[in-house]
Nanobody, 121 residues
Framework: QVQLVESGGGLVQVGGSLRLSCAAS????????MGWYRQGPGKQRDSVATITKTGVTNYADSVKGRFTISRDNAKNTVYLQMNNLKPEDTAVFYCYAVLKEATTRRVQEFWGQGTRVTVSS
């Protein structure tokens, strides 16, 4: 059993900041790429930022310069620091991880349940 648990979402004013966290737990052998996706009202789920095990990052153009993704490999945790938030950032943010399960020895993709971010205008 593997779980991704997000935290840190909430309501924030325009220009404010939030820090999201996601911890992977369960029968995990190794965690590879982790990232954050988001889905706004009436929109598809799109990538926000990803980070490899060695720290190589990739950001959506819309968040570049405002968001920073990081990770703590010892804790199997990924973070997303969001600054200068805008109303268009309002969405449910989903944690994503590629990992090898310890029991099955399979490399699989996992998703968190989502945490809601609301930016008020």
């Amino acid at each position: 059993q593997v779980q991704l648990v997000e935290s840190g979402g909430g309501l924030v004013q325009v220009g404010g900041s939030l820090r999201l966290s996601c911890a992977a737990s369960g029968s995990i052998f190794s965690v590879y790429t982790m990232g954050w996706y988001r889905q706004g009202p009436g929109k598809q789920r799109d990538s926000v930022a990803t980070i490899t095990k060695t720290g190589v990052t990739n950001y959506a153009d819309s968040v570049k310069g405002r968001f920073t993704i990081s990770r703590d490999n010892a804790k199997n945790t990924v973070y997303l620091q969001m600054n200068n938030l805008k109303p268009e950032d309002t969405a449910v943010f989903y944690c994503y991880a590629v990992l090898k399960e310890a029991t099955t020895r399979r490399v699989q993709e996992f998703w968190g349940q989502g945490t809601r971010v609301t930016v008020s205008s």
